[in-house]
């Protein structure tokens, strides 16, 4: 079964960090570009940050620059997201997707897998 499970939300307040792990299962990412996209309530989806199968090139959305990195760990099968220098406006829930292709088909939405996500709230 093709699972990806997210954890490592919470609350925490403004300037925090947080990290969110999404573990895969039923399926090696070596082969998948992997990344995080985030919903805060209405509001559309953003592609918040991926990183490629291939060479390791990542991609972050312009407000989360120089606050957050992505790294994965293959051997662990699992993909990581350190936010720090967190703000109000990053509260929204967490999603991990993988595509089963490089970063133009991550950023193209061409998801193979989907975590239920993780809700982070930054606050005071």
């Known amino acids: 079964q093709v699972q990806l499970v997210e954890s490592g939300g919470g609350l925490v307040q403004p300037g925090g960090s947080l990290r969110l792990s999404c573990a895969a299962s039923g399926f090696s990412l070596d082969y998948y570009a992997i990344g995080w996209l985030r919903q805060a309530p209405g509001k559309e989806r953003e592609r918040v940050s991926c990183?490629?199968?291939?060479?390791?090139?990542?991609y972050y959305e312009d407000s989360v620059k120089g606050r957050f990195t992505i790294s994965r760990d293959n051997a662990k099968n699992t993909v990581y997201l350190q936010m720090n220098n967190l703000k109000p406006e990053d509260t929204a829930v967490y999603y991990c997707a993988a595509s089963d292709g490089d970063l133009i088909q991550w950023l193209g939405e061409d998801f193979g897998a989907w975590g239920q996500g993780t809700q982070v709230t930054v606050s005071s």
């Open positions: 990183i490629s199968s291939s060479d390791g090139s990542t």
